[in-house]
């Protein structure tokens, strides 16, 4: 009986041992500190560089590190000023010229200045620029008609375009736009992206690889102090350890609450936001070959799939049904005559019959997730039971974001039916200027990946894109909404609603329609 | 007994074998089934919790229903499951029979290899195949299928390995087969059963893993349904609908669950040692069901058996192994018990201190009394108290009765110090003594040395020793020359003799020549069949043996010295101990033999010194009957 | 009178320590070169204790392992393996474990009938008729062909073994150890089944065993090996009754025989030689009472009419 | 010994050159490249086709494979696409959380396995064997991530008794017991299966040694059975247990990726995931070959305790 004596005393000690490091460990899970907000995020941000990123996740702690020469007026996407005071554009929208704010400096302590701006654009845009090689700078693009920057004196700068470019202020407010501190790029080379140096309302502290990244408060700030002692952006990929640890207290903050974890947070203890965004989500239909060559089959595919049961049920509303290629959030060019297309079958039916694709066999790409794609395997699974059951017979491709990328971007061509997609933008001019021109096939460098073509919206793009005065611009981009929407090139679904949970215990936050998460104001006991 | 049978003795491989039938039966009528299709959408009703109306199990995030998933999710699983079970065991068994066949530098190779795929982390492996192919439950599978051929290779390489060595290999050679031909027709047969109990054991692994894979969302495309996939996509709603994880989750468990009891059941059924009942544990004592009362001491032996009864019981069958043995032996005296292999002499000698690994063994009458105590009826402590003290052991093959991973003097140290409270240095001088009179060259260094670096004569130098480290009063030796060649023996035997002499110890001898036992023993017993048939004084015995069986046994057995001739040898085989024949068991094999020879019990009589159990004796002994 | 067999120099060495690449750190000579002559219906018995060789030596004889040097002659001509079909007609071989040189797996008719396919490449008909010839010839039942190996005793799986043997239709048997995994009552069976299939078809055999009883009662010519070496060949009658060397007086010796009485054969108490690390001239000399200091220089060669020894102090 | 340690570590290097040739030609399978993972949403094939020339992917594969290689001799293993950092930095960073996590899960399933392996098989077909047997089973059937999911909700989320995620609180001091508590979930989640495996090998290993004969020589000369066990038997089961360990520290090693990402543990096995499906080529490389290098490593530990255990293994 020795053997039995034995494993029991064992059992009993180890059990002893077990429930006192227990014991001892329990508190540490209670609470978050006071004045140290803790965001649960996405994903580990890639760098926090802003010329090298190109992820809305990598923004949200970008903005609150950074600043730009402008930034959107809060709640709105319309430019105010930031580290520039005042700005003028010349006559033929050519030469914008930028006051900047005086005394200003970065976080490791060199001055903000003119030279440093002109360091800044030159990195991205001048391949023989020293520090061209801390790229890459994927969005650089945003800037490509700047010809160039110079400092007219400390604190004025000088940027000549090319061409007249009308986003270009809205894309000074973009991440790709943030002044980084040139000492620090300097001094750290490839490795600035790890230790991020600007004039934000919190300098960065310390970055943890996949548990955090930290950054504390800059009491030093322009703009006034942050009310918080410190912020931690920790990297959660999976949505439903995010929501676990927002209910278990881990964390104070989570952006992009799956939709389906929403009914959790409907008590006092949480606050759940909501705002709208320059986000529409789409189906890229293959014009250029296949049943969806024909225009009716594509309006076939927008009458066929029911929107409304996708935002409210599959995305718990936290989406809207799109209308068309531009979303409501760039109020001033939304074309608000225009109305989603319904959901009728029977209509859909009609027209596959007329043109014939009865039973057409399709291949759908399918992301597993990605950017602003909006639980796109479920999404894409409903959709398809959509397609079937209006005689489409659609079958699923699913791939890794990147891989999608890899394959819809070169074009459907030969490949596939259709693919889903989603943009997030800051102009009403990036994505048909990009998506939707015929210049925009992606044998042309674009991403008009469908190979729609109207000459029709390939001149009013044209024209909106040079035009400075915004009612002509608008004007032309409500006419292009008509006939894209006519044309049917995508398929419009949704337009997200950006949404955040906060405890009970943070104050002052707001959602921004840019989709950036701006903390100097909040607060936290 | 069958295969079948035997599984379906084991009750939880029945049990597995049951649910797993229930599941596989489920998949297979599942598209017969009234359910909704699987597909279908219907977003306003999602996550509805299970029993609800028109959906049992509930329905999922896109309101399909779970109970139609799940039964189709079931079906895509296990064949995934099996077929990737099937391709890795075939493409397994292949490198891994190549390897074990060639040997040399095609095993090297290939087993290299195996190391280096084994090294890599195999779910990235797997990983990375998916990546490559794509994402689909036909790549899934061949990944998982893929990450698992090494572990088969190695596997089967190993039991080829044992089997490219054995006899037949080289008598199919012989008989005219090319290497192709070998492989396939003896080493296939063979390796089989082991590819069929590594793939029941590994199915359930393999949906596992393509459950994993699924689950990362690089299995099955949407719509489709598999349990990995079910699970990946409720995952989302952990926490708000349990339900939907629970139920694929649930199910993955019960289907593995099932498939391992009953990879288990077949594992059991198909390996012969479990068929045998050899993977049993024997216990610290021979298991003693005695329905008779002992018998009570008798006369001044030392060491006494007295009507002593062991029993095999395997599954239905009984061996009498032993059936009724009477001995005794005096101190001072050796003892030689002679007989063929199943006659039964070595379990009447592991019988004395309950060393018959039981299950199977059970002593089921008789008393062993060891100066005067029984030691049948003793509780374990006291067995164990006499054990290696007052009676000790001397087995048969050297390199297997001592422990291989501990040095020699350890051994010695602990067989004294179980029994003596000595300090380790007074127990390691007293163990150099024991070597040093078992007459072991260099003893000082042979104490550090671990069994397999002695040759045999040495190893049973130590044997030896072992046994007289406690002095104590009976040896009992199982054929303790039986491997040994025959120089070697010749010294073992003078060794044992002059100790017996030198030490008083009686000495219990059990060999099957009788050029041994004519050489050390005072007095021989033959046994046959499980009991004594004759007995005496060693010479007498042999000069004028009685029973036929003796008779004819020694006049079997060449002697050295007569040249070239024909040997007298005895037709026939020795009964199966579990068949016995009533009357005399070595009747039918007896030239003598009368009608009265195979009816009734022929008792062991005693005739003077000599006892017999004959009615037709070969030479008539005088003394009373 | 011709010969069955031939024996020029025979020798095997094993390597030692192999590596994947490269040279092997050493090499352990199982057989050193043998010369022996076996005519035509005689048995050759081969006698010697574990390690002396005698299962390398027989297995290089039916081609199961590659010499290391010197040639064997079978009926004249040179062994030659490359085709199984037709080496397996020349020369068989009977295991010493009965039960593990039959496949588990098989009946006992698939594996008589392997040989006869294999190697005659007969007919079904044929195949069955020339069985039951054998199974007759060696008193085995043929209800036995249906049934697996492990339902049959050692003594009926050794004739099974034997059948097979025959059903080759060599002349020449090598023998090895056919009998000492089987009960005294039932090697004595063996034994007999052996002389007498031996005097029915003309058989050659080869004879190994560490049993001297055994080899005695069976053979027309011992030799004795004794660290790889023939150390000494003779008539059966004579070797043991009146042996030459040293180490064959030893063995008789330690043969335990009723009647004499128990002595130590050996006052030293010694061991084989290390075989990595062999001694220098007679490997027996560290044992043997006639050691004279040429022994521990030369080796002894096999010499002498009749009977031949390898000893510079023969007893004889 | 030393000798022998020396010649193990030599023959891991052609294991090790190996697993660098399987894995370079895995990744160079793989469809996709580093450059639309850089360039993201944006990327179009003339930005992709211009930064591979950047990156230096339009070389042929064998010669990228020699610089590599050439490279990561020297010590530097390149650098991230995804994470921007030396991939050495970025592997070591994380390389200590696997280890904290894989290394408790390996002895929690050693010591618990091999002990209950032994109890079961000394109490064969007893209670306590029934109980561990259907224990075992029932951990060798459930999927790590499936566990790991409903611990959380159960332990984490319901009870509050362990934090859900992460290795250390994103505040306070990093003291033993918070460590403890953050790892309770996921070593018990990982080391479940591979406790199984063991105990169940541990099992049978036993039961092959109870019957051997050495067994039986020591209940002869009277050792307790408490002796024969632990001291006799279970020495010498260690002996075909042992390898299996070595091959479960690679299966702990292995299914730490699903309980790293169920846990989101700051591990590398989960880098290794993502970087597996962002393509990020040097990262995987890297990674994998440290991992291996370290699983290789492990092995050859354990072929030494092999030897030491086991006098006769030549060494």
Known sequence: MHLLTWTRRGLLATGTALALSFGLGLPATAQTPPGVLIVGQIAEPKALDPAAVTAVNDFRILMNVYDGLVRYKSGTLEVEPAL?????????????????????????????????VVFNFERMLNEDHSYHDTGPFPLAFFFSSVSSVEAVDDLTVKFTLSEPYAPFLSNLAYPTGLIVSPAAVEQHGADFGRNPSGTGAFTFAEWRSNEAVVVEANPDYWDGAPELQAVVFRPITDANTRTAEMLAGGIDMMVEVPPVALSQFQDDAFQVFEQAGPHVWFLILNAKEGPFADKRVRQAANYAINKEALVNDVLEGTAEVAAGPTPPAFAWAYNEALEPYPYDPEKAKELIAEAGAEGAELTFYVTEGGSGMLDPVAMGTAIQADLNAVGLDTTIETYEWNTFLGQVNPGLEGKADMAEMAWMTNDPDTLPFLALRTDAWPDKGGFNSGYYSNPEVDELLEKARVATDQDERAALYKQMQEIVQEDAPWVFVANWKQNAVTNDRVEGFELQPSFFLLLDDVSKD | MSTLALLARNRLALAGLIVMGLVVLLALVTPLLPLPDPDVTDTGNRFLPPFSEGALLGTDHLGRDQLSRLLWGTRLSLAVGFAAATIAAVLGAAVGIIAGYYGGRVDNLIMRGVDMLMAFPYILLALAIVAALGPGLLNALIAVAAVNIPFFARNIRGITVGIANREFIDAARLAGMNDARIILSEVLPNV?????????????????????????????????????????????????????????????????????????????????????????????????????????????????????????????RVYRAVGGVSLGVKPGECLGIIGESGSGKSVTALSVMGLVASPPGVITGGAVHYKGEDLVGAPYGRLRDLRGR???????????????????????????????????????????????????????????SFPHELSGGMRQRVGIAMALANDPEVIIADEPTTALDVTVQAQILSLLDTLRREKGLAIVFITHDFGVVAQLCDRVAVMYAGRIVEEGPTRALLEAPAHPYTRRLIACVPELGEGKRRLHAIPGLPPAVNDLPSGCAFAPRCDKAQPACRQGEIALDAYGPRRLRCLYPETELEGTA | MSLALRLENLSKSFAVGKRLFGAPKGHVHAVHPVTLDVPEGETLGIVGESGCGKSTLARMLVGLLAPS???????????????????????????????SSLNPRKTIRQIMEAPLKRLHGMARAARDKRISEIFAQVNLREEFLERYPHEFSGGQAQRIGIARALAAEARILILDEPVSALDVSVQAQVLNLLADLKARLGLTYLFISHDLAVVEAVSDRVAVLYFGSVVEVGRAEDVFSAPRHPYTKLLADSAPVVGRALSPPESRETELPDPLNPPKGCAFRARCPNAGPRCAEEVPQLEGETGQVACFHPLR | MGRYILKRLVSAVPVLLGITVIVFAIMAMIPGDPATAILGSYATPENVEKLNRDLGLDKPAVQRYFIWLWNMVQGDFGRSFSLNRPVLEEVLDRFGATLVLAGTSFVLCSVIGVAAGVVSAARQYGLADKAITFAVLLGISIPSFFLGMMMILIFAVQLRWFPASGMWPIYGDRTLPVLVTHLTMPALALAVVATGVVARLSRSAMLEVLRQDYIRTARAKGVPERGVIWRHALRAAMVSILPVLGIQAGFVLSGAVYIEMVFQWPGVGRMLVDAILKRDILLVQGGVVLVAACYVMFNIVVDVAQSLLDPRIKT
């Not at chain 2, 001088?429 to 024991?434: D, K, N, T, W």
């Open chain 1, 84 to 116: 520039a005071t005042a700005w003028e554009i010349s006559e033929d929208g050519t030469e914008y010229t930028f006051t900047l704010r005086e005394g200003v400096t970065f976080h490791d302590g060199s001055p903000f200045n003119a030279e440093a």
């Open chain 3, 69 to 99: 040097g010197g040639h064997i002659e079978i009926e004249g001509q040179p062994l030659d393996n490359a085709d199984p079909a037709q080496f397996g007609k020349r020369i068989q071989y009977v295991f010493q474990d009965p039960i």
């Open chain 2, 390 to 448: 007052e009676v000790a052991y001397i087995f048969q093959d050297p390199l297997a009765t001592l422990h291989p991973l501990y040095k020699v003097g350890d051994q010695l140290v602990e067989a004294i110090r179980v029994h003596h409270a000595l300090s380790d240095s007074e127990a390691r001088a007293r163990a150099l003594g024991l070597l040093r009179d078992v007459r072991i060259p260099n003893a000082e260094s042979r104490l550090d």
């Open chain 2, 192 to 316: 089989i059963p082991v590819i069929v109990i590594a793939m029941s054991t590994t199915v359930g692994w393999m949906i596992l893993e393509t459950a994993g894979l699924s689950f990362l969302g690089l299995g099955s495309q949407p719509p489709q349904a598999d349990l990995g996939s079910m699970l990946g996509e409720a995952r989302a709603a952990l926490i708000t609908s349990p339900h939907t994880s629970v139920v694929p989750g649930a199910m993955i468990l019960i289907i593995v669950m099932a498939i391992n009891l009953l990879g288990d059941g077949v594992r059991d059924a198909l390996d012969p040692r479990l068929r045998s009942g050899a993977l049993t544990r024997p216990m610290a004592a021979t298991l003693v069901r005695r329905e008779d009362p002992a018998p009570e001491p008798q006369g001044d032996d030392v060491l006494s058996l007295c009507d002593l009864q062991t029993q095999f019981h395997v599954k239905h």
